[in-house]
């Protein structure tokens, strides 16, 4: 991957994980990867795939995401599904909205199954966002869409296909933003670790 490209002009992976609860060293996790790529401004790929955790969810867990045991009950498992959304990212750059509780899954997944290291450049929207509008009180993903003018319906929030393009498509204006600050290739991005939290 060449960092000194424009920022605005690479791919990247934007993504998003359902899981079993919050604690990947403590047995939970990944019931669902959703994840868009998107390259200037447009979506051009997308992958989403629900995965059998072998375990009956949470009642809270069924209550937020409203994935439910049925749903999850002939699914591929979670080392068979790691395995093909890597292949399928290859090398290029990830983006997650609060991306540090994505990665302690995927970096979980990858020390299970003995896949060596996750040696991606990962993006962080949520540290993003507070360097963006550093004067701006809240930086869920309810509030960016709202600030981006993103279409957004709540109902369908916490599925990973759904908000890996909400993501997305705040991302690819965030973009645009940084170019203010003087901040246009990924080798200019790289000197902010609160952004990029993986490189």
Known sequence: MNNDLNL?????????????????????SIIEIGAVKI???????????LINPNTKLDEKI????CITDEMLKNKRTEEECIKDFMKWVGDLPMVAHNAKFDISFLDN??????????????????GLSRYLESNERYHNLATLVKRYDIPWDEDKHHRGDYDSEG????????LKKLKLNNINTMNDLLNYRFIVIRK
């Open 109 to 126: 997944a990858y020390s299970k199954y003995k896949l060596g290291s996750l040696n991606n450049i990962v993006i962080d929207t949520l």
């Open 167 to 174: 993501t997305a498509l705040i991302f690819d204006k965030m």
């Open 39 to 49: 390259k200037n401004g447009k979506i051009i790929d997308r992958y989403d795939e």
């Open 8 to 28: 605005t002009d690479m791919t990247y992976v934007v993504f998003d994980l359902e899981t079993t609860g919050l604690y990947p060293n403590s047995g939970d």
């Open 62 to 65: 069924v209550s937020i995401t």
